[in-house]
């Protein structure tokens, strides 16, 4: 069964930094392209980062703030997020595609406020 359960959201101020996790089971976690996306309710889910064999890639809104890690052995991919905004407030959420079919996590809520 692919489980995918992401942690590490929460309340942080404006410049604060925060790291997701995102632990991943039931797949052959290095075989694949680890991918995060965020969504703020009323608004379409939008991709984040995205993290493979050959490196990763960032969305514009993120680039130079964010940075996506992956570690096999533990089957596990993390964003690092730095300076964060007001606008990153969303719920996040880790994905994989496997023959076609997008698996998601939960998702964990991420507030950035004074």
């Known amino acids: 069964q692919i489980q995918l359960v992401e942690s590490g959201g929460g309340l942080v101020q404006p410049g604060g930094s925060l790291t997701l996790s995102c632990a991943a089971s039931?797949?052959?976690?290095?075989?694949?392209?680890m991918s995060w996306y965020r969504q703020v309710p009323g608004k379409e889910r939008e991709w984040v980062a995205r993290?493979?064999?050959?490196?990763?890639a960032y969305a514009n809104s993120v680039k130079g703030r964010f940075t996506t890690s992956r570690d096999d052995a533990e089957n596990t991919v993390y964003l690092q997020m730095n300076t964060l905004k007001p606008e990153d407030t969303a719920v996040y959420y880790c994905?994989?595609?496997?023959?076609?079919?997008?698996?998601w996590g939960q998702g964990t809520q991420v507030t950035v406020s004074s």
């Open positions: 993290i493979g064999n050959v490196g990763a």
């Open positions: 994905k994989v595609t496997m023959a076609g079919i997008d698996y």
């Open positions: 039931g797949f052959p976690f290095r075989d694949y392209v």
